[in-house]
């Protein structure tokens, strides 16, 4: 970092000239780029911006309006402040319209009671600067080494962010464009302080540009995505504050950096598993090892959108019946395949749960029941979305039914390794019955309509953009103000854009609905009346349901 005006304030060289700050002293932390001597009163138009000017004052304009002009022009360029030595000009006080001036534009005056030496001043602070621009190439250079060796290493999205959370030391998270997260880093903080209501948190930091830092969060964010289609976003979470004066944010090259790395990973990796289902295997295998404790893991699945907590719990495990054994490489694309197929299914029936896989052979799968959800036809449904899509994959590639085992309900995150393990058992020994039988006891088809579509498109980003270009505003609004006007807009499709059964059905009065409607039009620029503009937000809001399951 470059040197600060009150980091120079400091260097024993100017303590000797008994330095006084007599305006701009919350403008301190401006760094300082480089040290300018001149003694013209329209010294600005040689300056570039971030200059200390040391002066004299001797040839300073004597009138009032001159005075404030010599301010404002170096306040126009950027300086970083400008100090006046007394004792050629100036004895004990400055003129007042000049520290007036200079209080007014927030440019940092300093009067030095003692003569010095300036060109000792330039000397220790021209040091200062060229050894910070030493240190930002070696940290360039250093990040640029650590980020191409993750990539030319095939370095997994986790590592990825863990090395960012490192350099930066705070925390890391990748999220997609739902706001949800992909995977994370704490740098030690508690994960629950990170993660809690990230969702709401998320939507309400939109900072300008691909990169940017929002003062209010304290947020850094970037935008993930290469060849125009981005997919996520990678946000370094810091304490609210205001950066320093004039300065970018010093950690604008290292998350860039990591988006990149992350961006070439998903074109270089397409043939490996997702980054989601990366993420559900990692949770699955800590309920399995105990790697996770019980705390973490419902915090990580309520972060990646499956809530475990309160609900019902099935353990689900599938396998495909041994048939020639297959190359290495081909057994890991038909794992990946069959891991993918079993996720397709869960999406087909909108249910809410982990998908990963859990050895070369076995897919794992962790169903949270909601209390309005019946056991027995979820399991049903589910068995018969998987043994339809096996089908219809069976057309171009022989590939043997699987096997459906499922282990006892159980009531909480705790038991959750159990009703696993048992799931586990049960399909090590259905592998041995004949292939007809009961490995396809389940075989209704879930009526999967236009709900059913999106919740099959769910992970794709085009999806997750319509639903950001359609409801974005009015969900950044809700956040911000915590406000019920997507709960309005709702009602108002539900009840088939019957604005009194509506206003019924919100427990409104109709002057008191219509005006959230019409606040409605404001911020999403639509046209309510009109019935292909209410056809995209009604669909854009089955989409938010079915990315947000």
Same mark, same amino acid.
């Given at each position: 970092m470059?040197?600060?005006?009150?980091?120079?304030?400091?260097?024993?060289?100017m303590?000797?000239?008994l330095?006084?700050?007599?305006?701009?002293?919350?403008?301190?932390?401006?760094?300082?780029r480089?040290?300018?001597?001149?003694?013209?009163p329209?010294v600005a138009?040689?300056?570039?911006?971030?200059?200390l000017?040391?002066?004299t004052?001797?040839a300073?304009?004597e009138?009032?309006?001159?005075?404030?002009?010599?301010?404002?022009?170096?306040a126009d360029?950027?300086?970083?402040?400008?100090?006046?030595?007394?004792?050629?000009?100036?004895?004990?006080?400055l003129?007042?319209?000049?520290v007036?001036?200079?209080?007014?534009?927030?440019?940092?005056?300093i009067a030095?009671r003692?003569?010095?030496?300036?060109?000792?001043?330039?000397?220790?602070?021209?040091?200062?600067?060229v050894?910070a621009?030493?240190?930002?190439?070696?940290?360039?250079?250093?990040?640029?080494?650590?980020?191409?060796?993750l990539?030319v290493?095939?370095?997994e999205?986790?590592?990825?962010?863990?090395q960012?959370?490192?350099?930066?030391g705070?925390?890391?998270?990748?999220?997609?464009?739902?706001?949800?997260?992909?995977?994370?880093d704490?740098?030690?903080?508690?994960?629950a302080?990170?993660?809690?209501d990230w969702?709401?948190?998320?939507?309400?930091v939109?900072?300008?540009?691909?990169?940017?830092?929002d003062?209010?969060?304290?947020?850094?964010?970037?935008?993930?995505?290469?060849r125009?289609?981005?997919?996520?976003?990678?946000?370094?979470?810091q304490?609210?504050?205001?950066l320093?004066?004039?300065?970018?944010?010093?950690?604008?090259?290292?998350?860039?950096?990591?988006?990149?790395?992350?961006?070439?990973?998903?074109?270089?990796?397409?043939?490996?598993?997702?980054?989601?289902?990366?993420?559900?295997?990692?949770?699955?295998?800590?309920?399995?090892?105990?790697a996770?404790?019980?705390s973490?893991?419902?915090?990580?699945?309520q972060?990646?959108?499956?809530?475990?907590?309160s609900?019902?719990?099935?353990?689900?495990?599938?396998?495909?019946?041994?048939?020639?054994?297959?190359?290495?490489?081909?057994?890991?694309?038909?794992?990946?395949?069959?891991?993918?197929?079993?996720?397709?299914?869960?999406?087909?029936?909108?249910?809410?749960?982990?998908?990963g896989?859990?050895?070369d052979?076995?897919?794992?799968?962790?169903?949270?029941?909601?209390?309005q959800?019946?056991?027995?036809?979820? %399991? @049903?449904?589910?068995?018969?979305? #998987?043994?339809?899509?096996? !089908?219809?994959? $069976?057309? *171009? &590639?022989?590939?043997?039914s699987?096997?459906?085992?499922?282990?006892?309900?159980?009531?909480s995150?705790?038991?959750?390794?159990?009703?696993?393990?048992?799931a586990t058992?049960?399909?090590?020994?259905a592998l041995?019955?004949?292939p007809?039988?009961?490995?396809a006891?389940?075989?209704?088809?879930?009526?999967?309509?236009?709900?059913?579509?999106?919740h099959?498109?769910?992970?794709?980003?085009?999806?997750?953009?319509y639903?950001?270009r359609?409801?974005?505003?009015?969900?950044?609004?809700d956040?911000?103000?915590?406000?019920?006007?997507v709960?309005?807009?709702?009602?108002?499709?539900?009840q088939?854009?019957?604005?009194?059964?509506?206003?019924?059905a919100?427990?409104?009065?109709?002057?008191s609905?219509y005006?959230?409607?019409h606040?409605?039009?404001?911020?999403?620029?639509?046209? %309510? @009346?009109?019935?292909e503009s209410? #056809?995209?937000?009604?669909? !854009?809001?089955? $989409?938010? *349901? &079915?990315v947000?399951r």
């Amino acid at each position: 970092m470059l040197p600060t005006v009150a980091h120079v304030l400091d260097l024993e060289v100017m303590r000797r000239g008994l330095p006084q700050v007599v305006a701009g002293a919350a403008h301190l932390e401006r760094p300082v780029r480089w040290v300018h001597v001149s003694e013209l009163p329209d010294v600005a138009g040689v300056l570039q911006g971030g200059e200390l000017v040391l002066s004299t004052g001797i040839a300073l304009p004597e009138d009032r309006e001159g005075l404030a002009r010599y301010v404002r022009d170096l306040a126009d360029v950027g300086v970083a402040g400008l100090v006046i030595e007394f004792g050629r000009r100036y004895f004990d006080t400055l003129p007042r319209a000049l520290v007036h001036a200079a209080e007014q534009r927030g440019l940092p005056l300093i009067a030095l009671r003692r003569e010095l030496r300036f060109v000792a001043v330039t000397e220790a602070v021209h040091a200062l600067v060229v050894n910070a621009q030493l240190e930002q190439l070696r940290t360039s250079e250093a990040i640029h080494q650590v980020f191409n060796e993750l990539v030319v290493e095939g370095a997994e999205p986790v590592e990825v962010v863990r090395q960012v959370a490192r350099i930066a030391g705070a925390p890391v998270v990748l999220e997609n464009l739902a706001h949800q997260v992909l995977t994370h880093d704490p740098a030690g903080r508690p994960e629950a302080d990170l993660l809690e209501d990230w969702e709401r948190r998320s939507r309400g930091v939109r900072p300008p540009g691909r990169t940017g830092h929002d003062p209010r969060s304290g947020w850094l964010v970037t935008t993930v995505g290469a060849r125009g289609q981005d997919w996520g976003r990678l946000v370094l979470v810091q304490d609210p504050g205001p950066l320093p004066d004039d300065g970018p944010h010093p950690n604008t090259m290292l998350l860039e950096r990591g988006a990149s790395a992350l961006a070439l990973n998903r074109l270089v990796v397409r043939d490996r598993e997702s980054l989601e289902r990366q993420t559900h295997r990692t949770l699955l295998s800590g309920i399995l090892t105990h790697a996770l404790t019980v705390s973490e893991v419902a915090l990580r699945a309520q972060a990646l959108g499956v809530p475990l907590e309160s609900r019902r719990l099935v353990g689900v495990v599938l396998r495909q019946r041994r048939g020639p054994i297959p190359a290495a490489l081909e057994a890991q694309a038909r794992l990946r395949d069959f891991t993918e197929l079993a996720a397709s299914a869960v999406r087909a029936c909108r249910l809410s749960a982990l998908v990963g896989a859990l050895d070369d052979e076995g897919v794992g799968v962790l169903i949270a029941l909601g209390p309005q959800q019946e056991e027995h036809a979820s %399991l @049903d449904a589910f068995a018969a979305a #998987l043994r339809r899509l096996a !089908a219809e994959a $069976a057309r *171009d &590639a022989a590939a043997p039914s699987p096997v459906v085992a499922v282990g006892s309900s159980v009531g909480s995150v705790r038991d959750a390794r159990r009703t696993l393990l048992e799931a586990t058992q049960v399909a090590d020994a259905a592998l041995h019955d004949a292939p007809g039988g009961r490995a396809a006891a389940y075989y209704r088809l879930p009526d999967v309509r236009l709900r059913g579509l999106l919740h099959l498109l769910r992970d794709d980003a085009r999806l997750q953009t319509y639903v950001e270009r359609e409801l974005g505003p009015l969900l950044a609004y809700d956040a911000e103000h915590n406000g019920q006007l997507v709960r309005m807009l709702r009602i108002y499709l539900e009840q088939g854009r019957n604005k009194s059964a509506a206003a019924d059905a919100a427990h409104l009065s109709r002057p008191s609905f219509y005006d959230r409607l019409h606040k409605v039009e404001r911020i999403l620029g639509v046209d %309510l @009346d009109q019935v292909e503009s209410c #056809l995209s937000l009604h669909v !854009a809001l089955l $989409a938010l *349901d &079915a990315v947000r399951r």
